[in-house]
């Protein structure tokens, strides 16, 4: 019988873990990319692989994702999905006050990765006879700037605005992928814990994000992770490349 695959980042903690749990649960092969172990069970027939990585230097993943593409056999698989999850949350303040470094990593892990493993990911299976699809989880904030964290702002608008491009090729060609920019909501996080604990004085938004805690507004990374594989799998996934679990 043939199995699902599925290629996540960011799969050690947060929405990224309760993805790759769900997706196990579900029956998927998971490829999970973290720099960390995933705290998961061991799963038979070797349906779960980790690779210990630093999206910090993408290209020698997208370069190592490509060859292991290559090396699978599609007539075994029902589909294959790229989920790019992973991101970095610079220290809350304006943007004339962060650190070059700090910068370079937010933009390299939140949008250059992605670009990279998206544009390897298509390339390695263009020609599998199966349905395929890219989703990118992104962020209202690609949507509405927040003074205090530019960087993420600008790698989740960017993702937008990568789905777009990428959407009009793909379905240029016979077979495209399908792929979607996807907004999954509030989480509660360990990005939220950080933009609690920021310095009012460098981040204003601070208490709007105490107040989303303390009114239980926050959804759970598992709650999360069953609306957003929710829309991965609908007939009609691909026909918006840009969209919002709220919608």
């Given at each position: 019988?043939?199995?699902?695959?599925?290629?996540?980042?960011?799969?050690?903690?947060?929405?990224?873990?309760?993805?790759?749990?769900?997706?196990?649960?579900?029956?998927?092969?998971v490829?999970?990319i973290?720099?960390?172990?995933?705290?998961?069970?061991?799963?038979?027939?070797?349906?779960?692989?980790?690779?210990?990585?630093?999206?910090?230097?993408?290209?020698?993943?997208?370069?190592?994702?490509?060859?292991?593409?290559?090396?699978?056999?599609?007539?075994?698989?029902?589909?294959?999905?790229?989920?790019?999850?992973?991101?970095?949350?610079?220290?809350?303040?304006?943007?004339?006050?962060?650190?070059?470094?700090?910068?370079?990593?937010?933009?390299?892990?939140?949008?250059?990765?992605?670009?990279?493993?998206?544009?390897?990911?298509?390339?390695?299976?263009?020609?599998?006879?199966?349905?395929?699809?890219?989703?990118?989880?992104?962020?209202?904030?690609?949507?509405?700037?927040?003074?205090?964290q530019?960087?993420?702002?600008?790698?989740?608008?960017?993702?937008?605005?990568?789905?777009?491009?990428?959407?009009?090729?793909?379905?240029?060609?016979?077979?495209?992928?399908?792929?979607?920019?996807?907004?999954?909501?509030?989480?509660?996080?360990?990005?939220?814990?950080?933009?609690?604990?920021?310095?009012?004085?460098?981040?204003?938004?601070?208490?709007?994000?105490?107040?989303?805690?303390?009114?239980?507004?926050?959804?759970?990374?598992?709650g999360?992770?069953a609306?957003?594989?929710?829309?991965?799998?609908?007939?009609?996934?691909?026909?918006?490349?840009?969209?919002?679990?709220?919608?």
């Amino acid at each position: 019988m043939s199995t699902p695959l599925t290629i996540l980042t960011g799969a050690s903690r947060g929405l990224g873990l309760a993805l790759a749990q769900a997706l196990l649960s579900r029956g998927h092969r998971v490829l999970a990319i973290s720099r960390r172990v995933p705290a998961l069970p061991p799963q038979p027939d070797g349906r779960l692989v980790h690779w210990a990585v630093d999206l910090a230097e993408p290209a020698p993943v997208a370069e190592r994702l490509a060859a292991w593409l290559a090396a699978q056999d599609s007539q075994a698989l029902a589909s294959a999905t790229l989920i790019n999850n992973a991101a970095v949350v610079t220290t809350p303040a304006p943007l004339s006050a962060q650190q070059g470094g700090e910068l370079a990593q937010a933009l390299r892990v939140g949008l250059e990765a992605p670009l990279l493993l998206t544009a390897a990911f298509l390339r390695a299976t263009a020609g599998w006879p199966l349905p395929r699809r890219v989703l990118l989880i992104s962020s209202g904030l690609g949507r509405r700037a927040m003074a205090g964290q530019a960087p993420y702002c600008a790698a989740k608008a960017g993702l937008d605005h990568l789905a777009r491009a990428v959407a009009l090729e793909e379905a240029a060609r016979p077979g495209g992928a399908r792929i979607v920019s996807l907004a999954p909501g509030v989480i509660d996080t360990d990005m939220q814990q950080q933009l609690r604990g920021a310095d009012p004085a460098l981040f204003p938004e601070r208490e709007r994000f105490v107040a989303l805690q303390s009114d239980g507004l926050l959804d759970t990374p598992a709650g999360a992770a069953a609306k957003v594989l929710r829309l991965l799998e609908r007939a009609d996934f691909g026909s918006q490349p840009v969209a919002d679990v709220r919608d």
